[in-house]
C-alpha cells in the first residue's frame, strides 16, 4: 500500500553536488520519519540522514557539514542535498520512511528500491 520512489542519483566529479528525492505514495496515514541510508559494495548499510516530523535531524558523521536533509510534507517527499562530495560518498542510496497507513494504524518501516551515486576524483 505503500510505495517510495528514488530519484536524483548519478554521476558527478569530487566536490560537486546532488540532490536526492524520495516520493511516499499509498495508502498513507501519516509519516513519522523519512530518511537515507547507502550500502556499497563489500560494506554495511549505514544511516545517512534523517528527519523526523518534529524536525529533528541527525546525520552520519562523515556526511555533517556537506549534506542537508528536509521534508515537503504536502508532497510526501524527503531531499537530501549532498554537496562537496568524495568518492567515499559513492554508493547506493535507499530512502527510508516510517509509516502509519490508513488501513492499519502501526508504525512500519518502508523502502525504496535505490539511487546509485557515483563519485569521480
Known amino acids: 500500500q505503500v510505495q517510495l520512489v528514488e530519484s536524483g542519483g548519478g554521476l558527478v566529479q569530487a566536490g560537486g553536488s546532488l540532490r536526492l528525492s524520495c516520493a511516499a505514495s499509498?495508502?498513507?496515514?501519516?509519516?513519522?520519519?523519512m530518511g537515507w541510508y547507502r550500502q556499497a559494495p563489500g560494506k554495511q548499510r549505514e544511516l545517512v540522514a534523517a528527519?523526523?516530523?518534529?524536525?529533528?535531524?541527525n546525520y552520519v558523521d562523515s556526511v555533517k557539514g556537506r549534506s542537508t536533509i528536509s521534508r515537503d510534507d504536502a508532497k510526501n517527499t524527503v531531499y537530501l542535498q549532498m554537496n562537496s562530495l568524495k568518492p567515499e560518498d559513492t554508493a547506493v542510496y535507499y530512502c527510508?520512511?516510517?509509516?502509519?497507513?490508513?488501513?492499519?494504524?502501526?508504525?512500519?518501516?518502508?523502502w525504496g528500491q535505490g539511487t546509485q551515486v557515483s563519485v569521480s576524483s
Open positions: 527510508n520512511a516510517r509509516i502509519a497507513t490508513i488501513s492499519f494504524n502501526a508504525q512500519y518501516d518502508y
Open positions: 499509498g495508502s498513507i496515514f501519516s509519516i513519522n520519519a
Open positions: 528527519v523526523t516530523s518534529g524536525g529533528s535531524t
